[in-house]
């Protein structure tokens, strides 16, 4: 089975400042996607941006970059710029890609508070 | 596109009662699911469909039935309610029945059994 982990529960940063935001996962996959979700108080889950394993090149998407290091199993998230709007729970997720019924496997989330 | 959306937004019920919780996807996806979300917890998968008329158990199942008879719609049904289901409920849908594309996640139900 998978799990993902999520270590810091809440985070603080000042406004266009940079934050790294931290995930692990385990398992004994070797194709897999990982995400990041970002959950604002609307509570709705928007998908900030995917990695895939056997992709070497860190995934971005603006403001937002990965940090992925397969043999480790790390997947940190960068945000660079920060804007008050970042302010969310965001949450890490691990997908396997094989398989017929493949599943999210989420991690408990990380507050992200950015300051003005 | 609508997206996914999901009816009612809040619910508040009595321990016993059952109800439906709604979700609908206009995007045409073959595949959607419902998760819990528990305070200091992730998100857990109640039960998924990767098709119409197919159905399968996530990792909490129990309480909880769903029937997939369009592909647009994919309701969650509780039986009998009790406070231990009290939670956010999230309904998603993605366009590969493998699960490997992008889920689109719906904006939530707030239910809260006493």
């Known amino acids: 089975a998978q799990t993902v982990t999520q270590s810091q529960p809440e985070m603080s940063v000042q406004e266009a400042e940079t934050v790294t935001l931290s995930c692990t996962y385990d398992?004994?996959?070797?194709?897999?996607?990982l995400f990041w979700y970002k959950q604002p108080p609307s509570r709705q889950m928007i998908l900030v941006i995917r990695?895939?394993?056997?992709?070497?090149q860190n995934a971005t998407e603006n403001r937002f970059s990965v940090n992925f290091q397969k043999a480790a199993k790390s997947f940190s998230l960068k945000i660079s710029d920060s804007q008050l709007g970042d302010t969310a729970m965001y949450f890490c997720?691990?997908?396997?890609?094989?398989?017929?019924?493949?599943?999210?496997?989420f991690g408990k989330g990380i507050t992200l508070s950015v300051r003005p | 596109n609508a997206g996914v959306t999901q009816t009612p937004k809040f619910q508040v019920l009595k321990t016993g009662q059952s109800m439906t919780l709604q979700c609908a996807q206009d995007?045409?996806?073959?595949?959607m699911s419902w998760y819990r979300q528990d305070p200091g917890m992730g998100l857990r998968l109640i039960h998924y469909?990767?098709?119409?008329?197919?159905?399968d158990q996530g990792e909490v199942p129990n309480g909880y039935n769903v029937s997939r008879s369009t592909t647009e719609d994919f309701p969650l049904r509780l039986l009998s309610a009790a406070p231990s289901q009290t939670s956010v409920y999230f309904c998603?849908?993605?366009?590969?029945?493998?699960?490997?594309?992008?889920?689109?996640f719906g904006p939530g139900t707030r239910l809260t059994v006493l």
């Open positions: 998603a849908s993605s366009f590969g029945s493998k699960f490997t594309d992008t889920q689109y």
């Open positions: 398992t004994s996959e070797n194709n897999y996607y």
């Open positions: 990695q895939e394993a056997y992709k070497q």
């Open positions: 997720a691990f997908m396997k890609k094989t398989g017929a019924n493949s599943k999210l496997t």
């Open positions: 995007m045409n996806h073959e595949y």
């Open positions: 469909s990767v098709g119409a008329g197919i159905t």
